[in-house]
T-cell receptor
Framework: GDSVTQMEGPVTLSEEAFLTINCTYTATGYPSLFWYVQYPGEGLQLLLKATKADDKGSNKGFEATYRKETTSFHLEKGSVQVSDSAVYFCALDTGRRALTFGSGTRLQVQP | SAVISQKPSRDICQRGTSLTIQCQVD?????MFWYRQQPGQSLTLIATANQGSEATYESGFVIDKFPISRPNLTFSTLTVSNMSPEDSSIYLC??????????FGPGTRLTVT
């Protein structure tokens, strides 16, 4: 079946550090890929998406590139802020519009 | 993007009772979903609720335990029946919009004692 594997957290970084959160997937066909973010005490928000191979999704300084050859969709940000502290979920949709989520990665950014 | 509200936002319930969670969307949508997020865990799809048809449940979830209604294109309910402490979770509804986006409600935090 479909699955998403994320690097385990928590990830602790200093402000302005470079961020990478790894995400790999297993799916039939060509899924759409997503990153969602859950800030403390808030609901789940769509951060960015990519719907086909080599697409790059970007939002709020975050980027992720859909790599079909490595079945990956790693999340990156060049300079994190304290306000980026949250839980990040990688997810996929194989076309039936329901999402399969990874386990989530907690990011803690220290000033 | 769709604006989604859920009621109640949280509840504490006794074992053996049932709770119905409401999900309201500010626009008409075809596909709605219900997810569960157990403490410290990721989200797991419970069922897909399309208006005019029976809900489709994922493996491990059954209609007797999680009955779902979808009376129109802007509203759905999920009932958690005969609750046990293992049902303590955040329950979220979501809607599919556009080519691929999916938007989530704020969630209902359920504690079963």
């Amino acid at each position: 079946g479909d699955s998403v594997t994320q690097m385990e957290g928590p990830v602790t970084l200093s402000e302005e550090a470079f961020l990478t959160i790894n995400c790999t997937y297993t799916a039939t066909g060509y899924p759409s890929l997503f990153w969602y973010v859950q800030y403390p005490g808030e609901g789940l928000q769509l951060l960015l998406k990519a719907t086909k191979a080599d697409d790059k999704g970007s939002n709020k300084g975050f980027e992720a590139t859909y790599r079909k050859e490595t079945t990956s969709f790693h999340l990156e940000k060049g300079s994190v802020q304290v306000s980026d502290s949250a839980v990040y979920f990688c997810a996929l949709d194989t076309g039936r519009r329901a999402l399969t989520f990874g386990s989530g990665t907690r990011l803690q950014v220290q000033p | 993007s769709a604006v989604i509200s859920q009621k109640p936002s949280r509840d504490i319930c006794q074992r053996g009772t049932s709770l119905t969670i409401q999900c309201q969307v500010d626009s008409q949508v075809t596909m709605m979903f219900w997810y569960r997020q157990q403490p410290g865990q990721s989200l797991t799809l419970i069922a897909t609720a399309n208006q005019g048809s029976e809900a489709t449940y994922e493996s491990g979830f059954v209609i007797d335990k999680f009955p779902i209604s979808r009376p129109n294109l802007t509203f759905s309910t999920l009932t958690v029946s005969n609750m046990s402490p293992e049902d303590s979770s955040i329950y979220l509804c979501s809607v599919a919009q556009g080519a691929s986006e999916q938007y989530f409600g704020p969630g209902t935090r359920l504690t079963v004692t």
